[in-house]
């Protein structure tokens, strides 16, 4: 039982990845409708699910794979171009056999629910309909050409042999499919049939396949190409591809210009060039072990030998390519591959580094205290290695936001479609790198931040028109990294911001007061305060239940920030800054009184020392004059614990943080310099406290706690100027 | 410490009931218990890393074995003063459970007694009135030598959602002073 279930989830796994390639693949499709290749992956997809859906008894799954499969396969045969309301169905086609495949995969044994099935049948007419009359005809011209017989000729064509095996019908190949699908590469010069096979008497069963094909034809496709067009007959039948004497010479040739950097092997080589295709070479090779195991005394044939005597490449070929061989002399490279590795297993092991990351602190320690000098140098190299462990096991979580950007070519598909927007989305910095459990995280603040930009920024064509802008809307998707942060920006050349209906509804709402001056940026930052909405009427997009201020406060949860930017009539920009990982960072440990706190080192800028001659420090207005700059600052024992200020101090230092656009100077007692920082979380009862984002284990054993500097910069600014909620950023630049 | 386990013999009927046993502490001079189910671990006052902005009962965390735990000092949140460390101060940690799973709180306490088997006979419900903590920390009043020991709710008393909810009021209170001068 557990065997099959871990094959259903190998199913589950494939599945899904198949049917987001495809979703891909059709959306690609709008904007190049003539992509081949593309089309071709289409029908893979399709027919794999079809296939191991199959071997599951998901008859389901079957019937309506087959049907989607059929319409791709005249797609790729040419017989039906692709158009937008194609696409449109195949996408519907797409999810409805997600959906399929989740019901087979939660209930196997119980029926298809009505509302199911009747989709499935309208989605089976709508991409069937109308071109069964088409189906017919081609078939029977394809017949015509068949009937040739005799010799075939050899001159300057491919030599396709195809060995159809008996069970081929029964196992839904149709050989004269392929050999339509053939005629979109090239010319079919000759056909030779050979009926050798066939019995003559009673033993024939029609359902059987007993003619083999031997095609002579002609095309500038290379052989990979063609042999792909029987990719999936490879089961069921035995394909023997010989190249045309013309590209002889050309094997030839590319064979001499190959590096001699490696050894490869005499099937690589010829792969290579492109006189064979892998499975020609896969193929001669389980022939060639097969032999071994027949006959164990004699030597084998080499590979060369058998790959002639397939009728797959010629004799000067191979001998050209082992004479290649022989010239170069190293080792060949090994493939480099992807391993599917279980996240807890990952999460697991990045754990375990965080304990060791402490206890090398922990040794660390030691060594220093009991002034172990021999012991210090090992110390050391170990710390090095434990920091690029640490930075090794956090990267292996590290994957591309691309695969997420891209989802959203599908919303905003469907989106502009509902609101009859033409709507482009341009994507850039998809290989930007975060870690895995932020890019789950991401997904649904993201989303909703891009219909927003779709239902309330882009305005209609009609209205971008009348603006003096193109009819045609975009929204761009950005990420890059800044200063161990990643940034994602949604921008949209849109209507922009209306300050002044954002400032009434916040007045009606009681936000803010009328007295209240505000700047751009702050009235902007009103609309992540909940219960503000400008949008006149609601729309079933909007209508999620999740609000702009759901999205600051999921953001927030990741220990990140948004900012918005917008010029009226210009479009709006929000940026996403996000840390890369929320496990293990590069910390800056300051001390106040007894107490030490880690400041995360990707946000501090500079430490100064607090000098009051030079800094000009104001303890009344608590700012400083730092290099011409205002500063304000904030005394963090005093603020953290309401000490009375101490009137003879001790010397002071000035952590300069940055966060964004804004500086501000921590004052602390002592600053202890770097620490690698494994972050532990503080736990329910400290969920709503401001300030402090976690904590961590240093090597004494102690707990340090970790300083939310955007949260405390915020509660600063909150409590010493205006009373006004949801004013962020003090621009210092 | 003669007695540190006694039972109730004299009490034919309450045997065939479950004897249920509590872990008794002191909190200043009075007695408080709790039933040993909820009591993980009980370990020395190691160093506590106060934690800013919160109320009194928050004592701080510590390091247990690697993980952050919350300390509440038990005797701020039965609204006493704060209890002074000293060499018979022991931390209680106990298991909360909640919807999202279980949390290990410690408890500051200043001694840490005995653990006695109560009988259900000797147990009774909290009085309405009459005593000065909030009547919902208490589950039930036991009997132990005539005397009344106070069995605390743990649910009720680490309550994470009223804690959590309380150090956000105490952080805006200490804002507001710290706005005013």
Known sequence: ?733 | MSNLIRRETGHAVAVQEQVGQYLTFLVGTESFAVSILDVKEIIEIANVTRVPLTPDYIHGVINLRGSVVPVIDLSARLSRHCSEVSKRSCIVLVAVETSEGSHLIGMLVDEVREILEIPPANIQPAPDFGTDIRTDFIQAMARVDDVFIILLAISRVLSLDELSLLSDLAQSQEHLIAASD
């Not at chain 1, 040419?78 to 996408?91: P, Q, T, Y």
């Not at chain 1, 499919?177 to 053939?182: C, H, Q, T, V």
């Not at chain 1, 193929?283 to 797959?312: R, W």
């Not at chain 1, 501090?604 to 004059?625: R, S, T």
């Open chain 1, 1 to 733: 039982m557990s065997e099959l279930d871990a094959a259903l989830t190998v199913f589950a796994q494939e599945a899904e990845e198949l049917l987001t390639d495809m979703e891909d693949a059709l959306l690609s499709l709008e904007t190049k409708p003539d992509d081949s290749e593309t089309i071709n992956s289409l029908f893979r997809a399709m027919h794999t699910i079809k296939g191991s859906s199959g071997l599951f008894g998901f008859n389901a799954i079957v019937g309506f794979t087959h049907e989607a499969e059929s319409v791709l396969d005249k797609v790729r045969n040419g017989e039906r171009g692709i158009d937008a309301e194609l696409i449109s169905v195949l996408l519907d086609s797409k999810d409805h056999t997600a959906k399929l495949i989740e019901h087979c995969l939660t209930q196997k044994e119980a029926a298809l629910p009505a509302s199911l099935a009747a989709d499935g049948e309208r989605l089976i007419r709508q991409l069937t309909g109308r071109q069964t009359t088409d189906m017919q005809q081609s078939d029977d011209s394809v017949q015509l050409e068949i009937e040739g017989g005799g010799e075939i000729s050899v001159d300057d064509n491919w030599l396709i042999s195809l060995e159809f095996q008996k069970d081929a019908f029964r196992n839904g190949m149709d050989p004269l499919s392929f050999i339509r699908y053939l005629r979109t590469l090239g010319e079919i010069k000759q056909i030779l049939t050979v009926a050798s096979e066939m019995p003559v008497d009673d033993d024939m069963d029609p359902e059987s396949c007993y003619l083999h094909f031997k095609i002579a034809f002609q095309s500038d496709a290379n052989k990979q190409t063609i042999e792909a067009v029987f990719d999936f007959a490879s089961d069921d039948c035995d394909i023997k591809i010989l190249p045309p004497n013309s590209k002889l010479e050309e094997y030839l040739n590319l064979l001499n210009a190959q590096d001699d950097n490696h050894v490869k092997r005499l099937g690589d080589m010829l792969v290579q060039v492109g006189a064979l295709t892998q499975n020609d070479v896969n193929h001669a090779l389980q022939s060639q072990q097969a032999n071994v195991d027949a006959e164990q005394e004699a030597p084998s044939k080499p590979l060369g030998e058998i790959l002639v005597e397939q009728h797959v490449v010629q004799q000067p070929l191979v001998d050209q390519a082992l004479k290649k061989q022989e010239q170069t002399k190293q080792k060949l490279a090994s493939e480099a591959n992807y391993i599917r590795v279980d996240a807890s297993k990952l999460g697991h092991l990045i754990n375990l580094v965080g304990e060791l990351v402490i206890s090398s602190a922990a040794m660390n320690l030691i060594v220093e205290r009991h002034g172990l000098s021999d012991a210090g140098d090992v110390a050391a190299s170990m710390n090095a290695l434990v920091s690029s462990i640490r930075d090794t096991a956090l990267e292996l979580r590290m994957v591309q936001i691309g695969e997420t950007f891209s989802r959203f070519k599908r919303v905003v598909r469907d989106v502009s479609k509902e609101l009859n927007k033409d709507i482009e989305l341009y994507i850039s910095g998809g290989e930007t790198e975060l870690d895995k459990t932020v890019v789950e995280k991401i997904n649904d603040p993201l989303t909703h931040l891009i219909r927003n930009a779709l239902d309330h920024g882009i305005e209609s064509p009609a209205q971008r028109v009348a603006a003096g802008k193109p009819a045609q809307g975009t929204v761009q998707l950005n990420a890059y990294h800044e200063s161990g942060h990643i940034v994602i920006q949604i921008a949209d050349d849109g209507a922009g911001l209306n300050s002044e209906k954002i400032l009434d509804k916040a007045l009606a709402n009681g936000l803010i007061k009328p007295d209240h001056d505000l700047s751009q940026q702050e009235i902007h930052n009103l609309i992540f305060a909940a219960g503000l909405s400008t949008k006149d009427q609601a729309t079933n997009l909007s209508g999620r239940g999740v609000g702009m201020d759901v999205v600051k406060k999921n953001i927030e949860a990741l220990r990140g920030s948004v900012e918005i930017d917008s010029i009226e009539g210009e479009g709006t920009t929000i940026s996403i800054r996000l840390p890369l990982t929320l496990a293990i960072i590069d910390g800056f440990m300051v001390g106040t009184g007894q107490d030490r706190y880690i400041i995360p080192l990707s946000m501090v800028d500079e430490c100064i020392e607090m000098n009051a001659n030079e800094c000009e420090i104001d303890e009344i207005q608590h700012y400083i004059n730092l290099r011409g700059q205002v500063l304000p600052y904030l005394r963090l024992g005093d603020y953290f614990h309401n000490q009375i200020a101490d009137s003879n101090r001790k010397r002071e230092s000035v952590v300069v943080v940055k966060f964004g656009q804004t500086k501000a100077g921590f004052v602390v007692d002592e600053l202890h310099g770097e620490h690698q920082t494994v972050i532990k979380p503080l736990g329910k009862v400290f969920e709503r406290l401001n300030g402090i984002t976690g904590a961590t284990v240093l090597g004494d054993g102690n707990v340090a706690l970790i300083l939310d500097v955007q949260g405390l910069i915020q509660a600063a600014i909150k409590n010493k100027s205006r009373p006004a909620p949801f004013l962020t950023s003090q621009r210092i630049q």
